[in-house]
């Protein structure tokens, strides 16, 4: 059947997983960070689905490889932000390699996709 829409693909899949590890471990998260750490971290785990999404619905090469991009950076912005969770107490190391593999697996997903559709 192939790929038909951006829920197939498998880079989407794991950027939400990503989403919902994200939402489940920002609930240990003191109330004052709602509006600060924890709101930037759910916008760039979003934002990384999102564009993925965005990308896959355009037609162009070009624009698709541009979103690809636009996800990648919204992850490294999220991997900045788990890095400062960790140091400053908000995420126990174990949660944190936990989520940081799942960083990993999209990082190298987004990375292929964007590899693929260069190659084409």
């Known amino acids: 059947m192939g790929i038909q829409k951006f829920t197939d693909l498998n880079t989407w899949k794991e950027a939400h997983k990503l989403v919902l590890i994200i939402y489940g471990v920002i609930d240990n998260y003191p109330k004052?960070?709602?509006?600060?750490?924890?709101?930037?971290?759910?916008?760039?785990?979003?934002?990384?689905?999102?564009n993925i999404a965005e990308g896959f619905g355009r037609r162009g090469k070009k624009e698709k490889i541009q979103f690809y991009y636009l996800a990648q950076a919204s992850l490294t912005e999220l991997q900045n932000q788990?890095?400062?969770?960790?140091?400053?107490?908000?995420?126990?190391?174990?949660?944190?390699?936990?989520?940081w593999e799942q960083t990993v697996i999209v990082h190298k997903l987004i990375t292929g996709l964007i590899k693929s559709i260069k190659s084409r």
Do not use: C, H, W
Not at 34 to 43: A, D, E, N, W
Not at 90 to 95: D, G, I, S
């Open 32 to 50: 004052k960070e709602t509006y600060i750490l924890v709101s930037q971290m759910l916008r760039a785990a979003i934002s990384i689905t999102s």
């Open 82 to 99: 788990l890095i400062i969770s960790k140091d400053i107490g908000y995420l126990p190391e174990n949660k944190f390699y936990y989520v």
